[in-house]
């Protein structure tokens, strides 16, 4: 997939007011509107036109977009990196914006997710001047350790806004957040009334903030379940023995069996998420050779080439 550069695609400069990149999508779209067009990509270069208008026209996609685009040429090679939109404040799609079907894999992978997060009807109108807020919603990165324990945080988001000259620009956003004991990955949290200002005295909508753990943390979640790598030495592993052992509750005393061979895994039931039905910790056993850096550890590991008959590749037929 390739990075589009929504700017390029429009004519206007990365700086340019929200009232010139409407003027740039109207005189553009007249040029490759299919029906008055006479050129062979009329078509396709409409449908991308009103892709890069649909980002650049809305403050918060184009503050988000912003952010991820500093890094990327228009045609580089492309994956959205892990969380690039989290701490975004977004609001609720609504109308078109729930099909995502005519927009490339590209925009897909940036938006659709946000689209998906968002809960349906959450704006909620009338005719009269009066106007629920609109629900809002962020993508925010937690440490695994507080699905365990619960904690208060203090989250900032980064809320875009237009300036009075046409510009966007965000404004950070600081709430102290209650993260609740045994949160999953991905499960939303409702801030009642932090959301979009009602109109006519109407109340504020809500904030929705979707959990995402620490992508860097020694541990890997799926579902309840915890995974972490621990590293043992060759004569824990053949011997047997008992070691410490992070987990995101605190260090365990964990027994290596004797002969456990690298890759194996110990399951500590019960010790994953926390919840009625709590999910299990399992720990792969990864090998860890010590270096033959000096005299004594080479003559170690010559003494064991001479009294081992073992041959890693057994039956490999090589």
Partial sequence: MEFKDYYQIMGVKKDATQDEIKRAYRKLARKYHPDVSKEADAEAKFKELGEAYEVLKDPEKRAAYDQLGSQYRAGQEFRPPPDWDAGFEFRDFGGAEHDMGGFSDFFESLFGGAARRAQPGGARRTREFRMRGEDRHAKVVVELEDSYRGATRSITLQVPEVTADGHVRTRARTLN??????????????????GGSGVGGSPAGDLYLEIEFNPNS????????????????????ALGATVKAPTPAGPVDLKIPPNSQGGQKLRLKGRGIPAREPGDFYVELRIALPRADNEQARQAYETMQREFAFNPRAGMEV
Avoid: C, H, N, S
């Fill in 218 to 237: 020694r541990y890997r979640v799926e579902g309840a379940d915890v995974y972490m790598t621990l590293p043992v030495a060759p004569w824990e592993a």
């Fill in 177 to 194: 957040v209650r993260i609740p004991k045994g949160v999953r990955q991905g499960q939303q949290i409702r801030l009642a009334g932090q």
